[in-house]
């Protein structure tokens, strides 16, 4: 018998009307996604039709601040639903799609965020993954009643921390501490309960947790960012890594670098899923495809575009700048962010004017950009995947509904066709279907 073939795994990101900036007026979005239910629904369901491992739901605990000339163009955290809630419904329409939803270690209080993902986990019968972030957005601050925002160094470390003391209160039982016997009238074992006493230097949390281990042990933890903090935090803590890299080779070398730390942390290298971001037109006709970018480019107001720059590069000050003239030298940054690294490769890549930078950045910012019919985009997957440079894709259609639509429609066939992506799900939780272990208690 043949021996399989290495498997593609799949995430679909879903970003309301869509990762472009302009997606809003693409006319097969939905124009109200931020707070239209039935469409995250119906999302969920072309996904798993899809075969999809599970969707993924960035968020930021405030709404985007800056140019409101350019930002009334463009409707990114202004409505949009928390990510736990609306995968709650979601669950309730799907079978065997993941949901990973991101939550801040700086905002968000330990025990609270334990119980939440608890809570999906047995919402979903072991579909439930936890995307750690630390949150730069200063505007974020003010929200919790803080003036002062904490360093990059101080946030990783209270990350650290904060991961730990969570997986810890997800632990707070064992996995046959509720036996709920009428007859002996029994409900639960005191002698499998475990209080977490943690005392840290950023979290004081007793414990337990008031809800029973979660089907899966730990919902799924995943982690983006590329810095050496974050790479670190990743190989530690993450059982998949979201990378935003625009070449096959430095994804390769993060691939290496991330795995190889994994190992240095006492960890098998496929205990850790690295999967690059795909920005994706796909269309039945590589001019058809070029054609809804073109449009999507036709939209982007000038007043955005330069909003794209400033966010870009950590919102530095670019003043009025020429859209049509080359993009300044003195304002590429030279900092060690992952932000700034992207940027500087990107003009590496593509020396021009500031419209052409910004026509760049409006899909899915510094994310491989995949335009074509489903032969062309399957095979660039198929590269990255063969080449190690991916485990599997976290895919940012341009447009939603549609592009995941034609996405699902399109290319998922012809990944089928090639052996290297699933026709049924292997397993009844988002880790079996990943192909990853259910983590033992602490206390086992």
């Not at 974020?140 to 969570?166: C, L």
């Not at 899909?363 to 190690?388: C, F, N, S, Y």
């Amino acid at each position: 018998m043949a021996e399989q073939k290495r498997q593609i795994k799949l995430a679909a990101h879903i970003h309301a009307t869509g990762h472009h900036v302009a997606a809003w007026l693409h006319p097969r979005s939905q124009i109200d996604a931020g707070r239209n239910a039935k469409h995250y629904l119906s999302m969920a369901q072309t996904a798993e039709r899809g075969k999809f491992d599970l969707m993924f739901l960035a968020d930021s605990p405030g709404i985007r601040e800056g140019n409101l000339n350019a930002l009334r163009r463009w409707p990114q955290y202004n409505t949009y639903f928390e990510p736990l809630t609306i995968f709650s419904a979601m669950a309730a329409v799907t079978e065997h799609i993941g949901f990973v939803a991101t939550a801040s270690t700086t905002f968000m209080e330990a025990y609270n965020l334990a119980r939440f993902f608890a809570s999906l986990d047995h919402i979903s019968e072991g579909r439930a993954g936890w995307n750690v972030v630390t949150t730069a957005a200063k505007e974020a601050a003010a929200n919790f009643g803080k003036d002062e925002f904490m360093s990059h160094a101080e946030r990783y470390a209270r990350a650290h921390e904060y991961v730990d003391v969570v997986k810890g209160l997800w632990d707070s039982w064992d996995d046959d501490a509720f036996p709920r016997d009428r007859e002996s009238g029994i409900y639960f074992d005191p002698d499998k309960m475990h209080r977490l006493n943690h005392k840290g230097k950023f979290l004081n949390v007793a414990g337990p947790l008031n809800m029973e281990r979660p089907p899966q042990g730990h919902p799924l933890i995943v982690q983006a960012g590329t810095s050496e903090d974050g790479k670190n935090l990743a190989a530690t803590i993450a059982d998949m890594v979201f990378l935003m890299e625009m070449s096959l080779d430095s994804a390769k070398r993060i691939y290496k670098d991330v795995k190889e730390r994994a190992v240095k942390f006492g960890r098998q290298p496929e205990d850790l899923l690295v999967t690059p971001g795909m920005a994706t037109i796909v269309c039945k006709t590589a001019d058809e495809a070029k054609r809804q970018h073109e449009f999507l480019l036709s939209k982007i107001h000038p007043e955005v575009g330069l909003e794209i720059i400033r966010t870009q590069m950590n919102y530095v000050d670019i003043g009025k700048l020429d859209i049509d003239r080359p993009f300044p030298k003195e304002l590429i940054p030279t900092d060690d962010s992952t932000h700034s690294r992207r940027t500087r490769e990107l003009l590496a890549q593509n020396p021009g004017t500031v419209r052409e930078m910004y026509e760049r950045m409006s899909v899915a910012r510094t994310a491989p950009l995949l335009i074509g019919d489903p032969i062309q985009v399957a095979d660039q997957l198929q590269q990255w995947h063969e080449e190690r440079g991916a485990d599997g894709f976290i895919i940012q259609p341009a447009y939603l509904p549609g592009g995941l639509d034609d996405f699902v429609d399109l290319v998922v066939p012809e990944l089928q066709r090639r052996g290297i992506y699933r026709t049924e799900y292997e397993g009844t939780t988002l880790r079996e279907n990943l192909g990853l272990r259910r983590p033992a208690s602490v206390y086992a």
